[in-house]
């Protein structure tokens, strides 16, 4: 079963808007952790944000926030007054169980974003 | 945050070759290494666990015997591709973290491609 669902393959968004990417996972641990990841067209991951399973409030970094809705197992992803810069491939990726040196980190299909000028 | 450097960034091998590509965590020691492969436009894949000192745990459906991975230390892992065919042609990127530390850091990724 897939654990991780992002739903808009490609999404297209005018420069300053705001954007919010969809994320929703499947799991039956108590305690997970939640991750969005950047991919440039160079192909390296840059982490953007974290949110834990406890944590009461939603993670934010900057421009960037996490929507985290544990009842509807969502962690939508924020992008506040995008920019160019900001196209590329998003991924939301779960760790799943305690958090332990050997938990492993599974991806979603992942959202290409397009930021229009 | 940490860096991870993946060495090459690039190879191009001919079919029936190995290739060998390098993980190293550069400022941390890391304790747990992931291999992941990527096709073109599709999500990273989990080939592999490792944690330095032992044996790679592999996901389903990954070949160990074909994909060799060694976490001898605990700033480098190596993945190593043997008798390499053009469906192996891929891009192969490793992660590293330390200890609980919650985020893994990403290598800058290695683009395989077997002739």
């Known amino acids: 079963a897939q654990k991780i669902t992002q739903t808009q393959p490609g999404m297209f968004v005018q420069e300053k808007e705001a954007v919010t990417l969809d994320c929703t996972y499947d799991?039956?641990?108590?305690?997970?952790?939640l991750f969005w990841y950047k991919q440039p067209s160079s192909g390296e991951m840059i982490f953007l944000i974290y949110q834990g399973s406890y944590d009461e409030q939603n993670a934010t970094e900057g421009r960037y926030s996490l929507n985290f809705q544990k009842a509807r197992k969502s962690a939508n992803l924020v992008i506040s007054a995008s920019q160019l810069g900001d196209s590329a491939m998003y991924f939301c990726?779960?760790?799943?169980?305690?958090?332990?040196?050997?938990?492993?980190?599974?991806f979603g299909s992942g959202t290409r974003l397009s930021i229009r000028p | 945050g940490a860096v991870v450097s993946q060495h090459p960034s690039w190879v191009i091998c001919k079919s029936g070759t190995s290739v060998k590509i390098e993980c190293r965590s550069l400022?941390?020691?890391?304790?747990?290494m992931f291999w992941y492969r990527q096709f073109p436009k599709q999500s990273l894949m989990l080939m592999a666990t490792?944690?330095?000192?032992?044996?790679?745990?592999?996901e389903q459906g990954v070949e160990k015997d074909k994909f060799l991975i060694n976490h001898a230390s605990l700033t480098l892992s190596t993945l190593t591709v043997t008798s390499a065919h053009p469906e192996d042609s891929s891009f192969y990127i490793c992660?590293?973290?330390?200890?609980?530390?919650?985020?893994?850091?990403f290598g800058q990724g290695t683009r395989l491609t077997v002739v």
């Open positions: 799991t039956s641990d108590q305690s997970y952790g």
């Open positions: 490792s944690n330095e000192g032992s044996k790679a745990t592999y």
């Open positions: 400022d941390f020691q890391a304790t747990t």
């Open positions: 992660s590293a973290k330390s200890g609980l530390n919650t985020e893994a850091f």
């Open positions: 990726a779960m760790r799943e169980g305690r958090r332990s040196s050997a938990s492993k980190i599974i």
